[in-house]
């Protein structure tokens, strides 16, 4: 099995080397041409526990993807990871993915927040198997050529419609993939239940992710200040009750799993803030943004989403 990681950001990189030093082939398909040719002549720095652990990977640029040869392209059984964030899911970046999809390759992906999946299932070949994904992996790349590996977490995948024909055959694709993910010592299960974990990480992040890129503070001091965490709980209360109404399980997205994730990534800042602070795109329009939209689909008020949502578009 191949995979392909499109977008050498932290979280492709962290398990793009991670998959490489378990000795699975591995291509990472960069924006820049500088980091491809670093990538692929010095390969990449895995730090994990203190260690730097150099890994050898191949990697091409994106503008060069539509010049693979047919024999270099994935096929099937073979797998694209999009890593990129939301912001960078620019008509560009899916037509040179579209070039890769054409020997039938699935394609896994990994981004924050809501409305992704419908715009890549626009972008790429019809009938091109979109698999979407959960992290809770931390990692912060830290050089072009090197990540950190932040916290341990893992990796939830599934058909976000399990009940539609050729899903079980496509299983059997997606069990290959996690026993290759085991091999390399990453934690990884299926969900039939993917809409519902989407929107809980999305429950999570719309609280963790905006507040903590407005007030400038890790995720573990999110809480501790009093009034932090009165409005971590208004804004938990009023996306949960927005989720609930389209689809969010009953017993999922609990307030004790919001601050549970907070004290497990205590010591790390949250890819919004991390975002800021580079003068970056958030994902703010996929997560806030976007519960505001499912609140206005169905008649509900959305005050303290509309709230963070522009105060972050201030920050950038
Ligand atoms: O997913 C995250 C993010 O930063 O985007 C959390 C869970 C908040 C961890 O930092």
């Not at 976000?160 to 085991?182: C, F, H, N, Y």
């Not at 299960?189 to 999570?204: D, G, H, V």
């Not at 806030?288 to 709230?307: K, W």
């Amino acid at each position: 099995m191949r995979i392909i990681i499109v977008g050498a950001g932290s979280l492709g990189m962290m398990y793009g080397l991670r998959l490489a030093r378990g000795g699975t082939g591995v291509t990472f398909v960069t924006r820049s041409g500088e980091q491809a040719s670093l990538l692929a002549e010095k390969g990449g720095i895995l730090v994990e526990n203190g260690e730097d652990c150099h890994v050898s990977v191949n990697a091409v640029s994106m503008a060069s993807c539509a010049a693979l040869g047919e024999e270099e392209l994935p096929s099937e059984g073979d797998w694209i990871w999009l890593t990129v964030k939301q912001a960078q899911l620019t008509e560009e970046l899916l037509a040179a993915v579209s070039s890769l999809c054409a020997r039938g390759a699935a394609v896994l992906c990994l981004q924050n927040g809501i409305g992704h999946l419908t715009r890549i299932a626009r972008g790429l070949p019809a009938g091109t198997r979109i698999v979407p994904a959960i992290s809770t992996e931390g990692a912060l790349r830290e050089s072009p050529g090197k990540v950190r590996y932040t916290g341990r977490g893992s990796l939830t995948f599934g058909a976000l419609r399990p009940d539609m024909p050729g899903a079980e055959e496509e299983e059997i694709t997606q069990k290959m993939l996690v026993d290759v993910l085991s091999v390399a010592g990453i934690s990884a299960e299926l969900s039939n239940q993917m809409e519902n974990r989407i929107y809980e990480k999305l429950l999570i992040n719309a609280v963790i992710n905006p507040l903590t890129a407005i007030y400038g503070v890790k995720n573990g001091e999110l809480p501790l200040h009093p009034v932090r965490l009165r409005l971590m709980s208004a804004l938990f209360i009023e996306s949960r009750a927005i989720l609930a109404r389209v689809g969010l399980n009953e017993d999922a997205g609990s307030w004790e799993k919001v601050l549970a994730v907070c004290e497990a990534t205590a010591a790390n800042e949250s890819s919004m803030l991390r975002d800021v602070q580079a003068g970056r795109a958030t994902e703010i329009d996929w997560i806030n943004g976007g519960i505001a939209a499912l609140a206005r689909e169905a008649e509900l008020p959305s005050p303290l989403n509309d709230a963070v949502a522009v105060m972050v578009r201030a920050l950038h």
